[in-house]
């Protein structure tokens, strides 16, 4: 079975800090995705990754950044944290063309 | 613009009513169709690949269906554990981002 594994289910930061996600995979999958989840707006794509060292902006990059230094490890940062980027963070991965598989979600409160 | 739109949004049901989801679409160039199921406080799961208008799919008390303008999940018989959000998504065939629907959020009543 695949494995899709965040580093933390909750986590509470203020505001300013940096933050980071992690997100590692055992399923040698080429494609890794940051998806956030809010009530009303659904999964909203943030920046996805098509293989080690190479990234690329989704539908709301502003305000994050990642890393994938390995291909089984795909970090998100939040530079300054912002109240606003209060969420269900998601992490999923994919062999090309093939469905997308999720870890469980970090629930990430800023104060 | 591409789109995906899932009615209803909510759907409360007794055990063993059966009833179906809706999945429509518009998208230049499709190259899948997913369904997932998610429960509070997890991830989505996934269930079904549909690539071709006709082409049914089957699990359990689950049926995914496809046409060229929309996905039916059909739930026959529905127990109290099918209660979930479930979740469309279409992978489009220039890149392999997915774009989902916001969801059907089940409820079943033992």
């Known amino acids: 079975d695949v494995k899709v594994t965040q580093s933390s289910r909750y986590l509470v930061k203020r505001t300013g800090e940096k933050v980071f996600l992690e997100c590692v995979q055992d399923m040698d999958h080429e494609n890794m995705f940051w998806y956030r989840q809010d009530p009303g707006l659904g999964l909203r794509l943030i920046y996805f990754?098509?293989?080690?060292?190479?990234?690329e902006k989704g539908d709301i990059p502003e305000g994050y950044s990642v890393s994938r230094e390995k291909k089984e490890r795909f970090s998100l940062i939040l530079e300054s944290a912002s109240t606003n980027q209060t969420s269900m963070y998601l992490c999923?991965?994919?062999?090309?063309?093939?469905?997308?598989?999720f870890g469980d979600g970090t629930r990430l409160s800023i104060l | 613009e591409d789109q995906v739109t899932q009615s209803p949004e909510a759907l409360r049901l007794q055990e063993g009513e059966s009833s179906s989801l809706n999945c429509s679409y518009t998208v230049s160039g499709l190259r899948g169709l997913f369904w997932y199921r998610q429960d509070p406080g997890k991830g989505p799961e996934f269930l079904f690949t549909?690539?071709?208008a006709g082409e049914e799919k089957e699990k359990e008390r689950l049926k995914a269906t496809l046409t060229k303008k929309e996905s039916f999940l059909h739930i026959t018989a529905p127990k109290p554990e099918d209660s979930a959000t479930y979740l469309c998504a279409v992978q489009l065939n220039r890149d392999d981002k997915i774009i989902f629907g916001k969801g059907t959020r089940l409820h079943i009543l033992p």
């Open positions: 990754s098509y293989d080690v060292k190479m990234k």
């Open positions: 549909l690539y071709s």
């Open positions: 999923a991965s994919s062999l090309l063309h093939q469905p997308q598989h």
